[in-house]
Antibody, heavy 117, light 110 residues
């Protein structure tokens, strides 16, 4: 059974940093592109970032480009998202998602990031 | 990277059919066969219901169907059941390794 478990969220001041983790089980990370999606309180979903199957390609939404970095550790079967220069508008529940073609076929339960002074 | 447009809410009675629209542009919905739909129950993670415009993952009831015409994709739920009450989100590939979601639609089963 595919499982994704996010961690690393919390309360951070504007301008601060956080590193989110997503531990995968039930499948091998290196065989799939992976994505991060966020959901601000009471709002819709927003695609944040993708890492390609071979890990060489990384892609970002304009709203986070230059501030967030996606990465993975195959040996730990884990996905990461480094969040820098955080803003109030980055406050959201952050989900990691496994891809199937161009869809998001498995999701974690999310980790909450709150940016506030 | 503008969000796709969905109605904020739709409703229907048990047994009826409802359709949720998702409008984009020729650069996303109209340009690719990569529209997907997600069901999000209250307090839960999204669940894939439709991919590649019309395809259903294993385990999703055939009451759920997808379609597309021009720049608008649609999710139709027939034989509405109380357990279908949830938020529904559409998503489309927009080229250049970018994906865009809609704002989400709240489905109420009366």
């Amino acid at each position: 059974e595919v499982q994704l478990l996010e961690s690393g969220g919390g309360l951070v001041q504007p301008g601060g940093s956080l590193r989110l983790s997503c531990a995968a089980s039930g499948f091998t990370l290196k065989n799939y592109a992976m994505r991060w999606v966020r959901q601000a309180p009471g709002k819709g979903l927003e695609w944040v970032s993708t890492i390609s199957v071979d890990g060489a390609g990384t892609y970002y939404a304009d709203s986070v480009k230059g501030r967030f970095t996606i990465s993975r550790d195959i040996s730990k079967n884990s996905l990461y998202l480094q969040l820098n220069t955080l803003r109030a508008e980055d406050t959201a529940l952050y989900y990691c998602a496994k891809t199937s073609g161009d869809s998001f076929d498995s999701w974690g339960q999310g980790t909450l990031v709150t940016v506030s002074s | 990277q503008s969000a796709l447009t969905q109605p904020r809410s739709v409703s229907g009675s048990p047994g009826q059919s409802v359709t949720i629209s998702c409008t984009g542009t020729s650069r996303d919905v109209g340009g690719y066969k990569y529209v997907s739909w997600y069901q999000q129950l209250p307090g839960k993670a999204p669940k894939l219901m439709i991919f590649d415009v019309t395809e259903r993952p294993s385990g999703v009831p055939d009451r759920f169907s997808g379609s597309k015409s021009g720049n608008t994709a649609s999710l139709t739920i027939s034989g509405l059941q109380a357990e279908d009450e949830a938020d529904y989100h559409c998503c489309s590939y927009a080229g250049n390794y970018i994906w865009v979601f809609g704002g989400g639609t709240k489905l109420t089963v009366l």
